[in-house]
């Protein structure tokens, strides 16, 4: 089967970041990128095939500093209902840029859904 490679267009944000791996609790270097609603985790620097993580941010509520429970300076986390993502940044200000772009991206994809199904409504009501 062949690989699917993304097409990333204008990214909110994309760099350096390690995330917790969900099964065996380790940390791994990962390159991130930031498109729309979505966030990819890839093993190489701006090299879209073969994303290690899609992350739907439709799904997730919420993205807050969890340095009190990772243990990791700069980390933050990304959460949904049943599923929490462990992230650690560079530095404080990177920390802070990422949790301002994924912040903005759950924002605006649930604004974004409102809005199709507003459209849905008006649809079924012509």
């Not at 190489?44 to 243990?71: G, H, Q, W």
């Not at 530095?91 to 912040?103: C, L, T, V, Y």
Request: hydrophobic fraction near 35%; charged fraction near 40%.
């Amino acid at each position: 089967m062949a690989e699917k490679k993304i097409v990333i267009k204008n990214p909110a944000k994309e760099g350096w970041l390690e995330k917790q791996s969900r099964h065996l609790k380790r940390w791994k270097k990962r390159w991130f990128v930031l498109q729309d609603s979505t966030l990819y985790s890839f093993k190489k620097e701006k090299s879209y095939d073969a994303p290690t993580e899609i992350i739907d941010l439709r799904v997730f509520s919420s993205v807050k500093s969890s340095e009190d429970y990772t243990n990791r300076t700069h980390s933050f986390d990304v959460y949904s209902i049943d599923m929490v993502f462990s992230m650690v940044a560079a530095s404080e200000n990177e920390k802070e840029d990422w949790i301002r772009a994924i912040g903005r991206a759950i924002v605006i994809s649930r604004t974004k859904v409102w809005e199709d199904d507003d459209d849905k409504d008006e649809d079924e009501n012509a």
